[in-house]
């Protein structure tokens, strides 16, 4: 499910003043959308967004998604900075924008910080996990399009309980719900969160 808003102004650190933030959903078919940014970001005149660039590789997101909700959230929290710099450049705001992006290099750092204390740097667990294969974990994802910040939400699995992955690297690890159904309607409740 893919739910798009304009905002000037869009603060998400929510994830970490009011605790984790959780939600997905997944309606059995695809419906993410796509599009070519082989150019990078353009603002509305045209001008290139080009600085506002995504620090975290795909290997150092699965590392905090499979660290943990503590260190997920982090880069949960980052990438919407990161959307919102990028919508707000854009729109041609470059005070909105350049905040945004203090803000989402802030945040990867403290990412960087939790993630070394408690997973050494690197992936987390070392226990054998007994719980049985029914447990969806809540992913997402937020990306600037045309001046919008498009928030994705995804229930993957099902996986044992500790199992903190996501079906791609661009997704962050959120938190796991026993049934689809308590992770759909997490999902929405996030979703509603995000939007309104």
Known sequence: MTVTIKRNTLLLTGLLAGGILTGCIDSGVDDSE???DSN???TSAGGSCDSFTDIVSSSERAEANSCGTQ???YYAQADSAL???IAHCQQGHSEGANNFYDEYLMVV???RDVKAELCGGS???GFEDPSPTEYFNLCTKSTALSGRI???TSCYGPFQQFTNTCESSSYSYLSNYSSRDACTAAAQNWLDRMTN
């Open 34 to 36: 796509s599009y070519d």
């Open 123 to 125: 992936t987390g667990g």
């Open 71 to 73: 260190v997920s959230a």
């Open 40 to 42: 990078g970001p353009q």
């Open 150 to 152: 498009h928030y994705q």
């Open 83 to 85: 959307s919102a710099s």
């Open 109 to 111: 750092d403290l990412g």
